[in-house]
């Protein structure tokens, strides 16, 4: 296939345009600098700049752009560039998927969304079908992926990725973790009640690559593993396989101090099923916690 990949450069494109291109698909990826090799190409999705020769050229479009939820403590401006780069990318490719003639569009487009467009559900249960819950990262959600709606108008298939917290020792959620829990200085965030709806990296790479390939498949789908787990459970197992204590509990109001507005988000449960990836038979290399953390860690 020719994939056209927006954020390429981001923790989870990096990877994706590594695996696509080692099953022999070419790859695009779009940069918002000069192009510096053939398989670049410039944009600017702030001004809405991209042209359309380079969409027209793609199988597939992955958007996967978008500022790290968890990179800087949270203030208006950075919550601003939270929301504004994952809805001027999104708007920007769907707007112009849908202004080509028809035998030139891509077949699918694969946009990225979050698990946090179903806000804190506490203990209960969500699937796809459940609505989008109340919060900033769920407010955000709910633009991001009505930003799709162009393309999808327009009859090309639009799965949007609604991911949850990868697992990989270089970046997401277990990076910053590692240190903390090495030096044995770690502990459950807050009540550690909340769920975490983790998914192994292995996993993630190879729920786009199905998607790409199902043309059954469309709208909503949590990328998630099958088998959720509490902070506190989390908590466990990281300390258990780095064969360290894990004793020390961060208050809520601790992480408030270090993150500002990020805090509530970090403190939010999502126990999310992936009930659409289950029903269209996708087969999970890590079905639990502590395979998929063994991965991470030694991958």
């Known amino acids: 296939m020719r994939i056209l990949l927006a954020g390429a450069s981001g923790f989870l494109g990096t990877r994706l345009a590594d695996h696509l291109t080692a099953d022999g698909h070419r790859v695009t990826r779009l940069v918002r600098r000069p192009a510096r090799t053939g398989d670049e190409r410039q944009w600017n999705p702030t001004a809405a700049q991209l042209d359309p020769a380079v969409v027209a050229d793609a199988d597939a479009v992955v958007n996967l752009a978008g500022a ?5 403590r949270w203030n208006d401006a950075y919550k ?38 179903y806000g804190n559900t506490g203990d209960r ?21 009505a930003a799709t709606r162009p393309a999808e108008d327009a009859g090309v298939r639009v799965v949007r990725l609604r991911t949850g917290l990868p697992l990989h020792r270089d970046g997401g959620l277990l990076k910053p973790q590692l240190l ?77 101090v270090a993150l500002g507005g990020f805090a509530q988000e970090a403190l939010t449960s999502a126990r999310v099923l992936p009930a659409v990836l289950t029903r269209a038979g996708f087969a999970y290399h890590h079905p639990d916690l502590p395979s998929a953390l063994h991965a991470a860690l030694n991958d």
């Open 68 to 72: 790290g939820v968890g990179d800087k």
């Open 80 to 117: 601003g560039l939270i929301r504004s780069s994952r809805v001027d990318s999104t708007t920007t490719l769907a707007i112009t998927i849908a202004g080509l003639p028809a035998a030139d569009r891509p077949t699918v487009l694969l946009n990225s969304s979050a698990v946090g467009w």
């Open 125 to 145: 249960v969500v699937e796809e079908d459940a609505p989008a819950g109340e919060g900033f990262l769920a407010d955000v959600c709910r633009v991001w992926e």
């Open 180 to 256: 903390p829990f090495r030096l044995g200085i770690a502990g459950r965030l807050g009540s550690g009640r909340q769920w975490l709806p983790w998914i192994s990296m292995a996993d993630w790479l190879r729920a786009a690559r199905f998607l790409l390939d199902r043309d059954d498949v469309a709208g909503a789908v949590n990328v998630v593993g099958p088998a959720p787990v509490t902070n506190a459970e989390f908590t466990r197992e990281l300390a258990r396989q780095l064969h360290r204590p894990a004793v020390v509990p961060i208050p809520a109001l601790a992480l408030k």
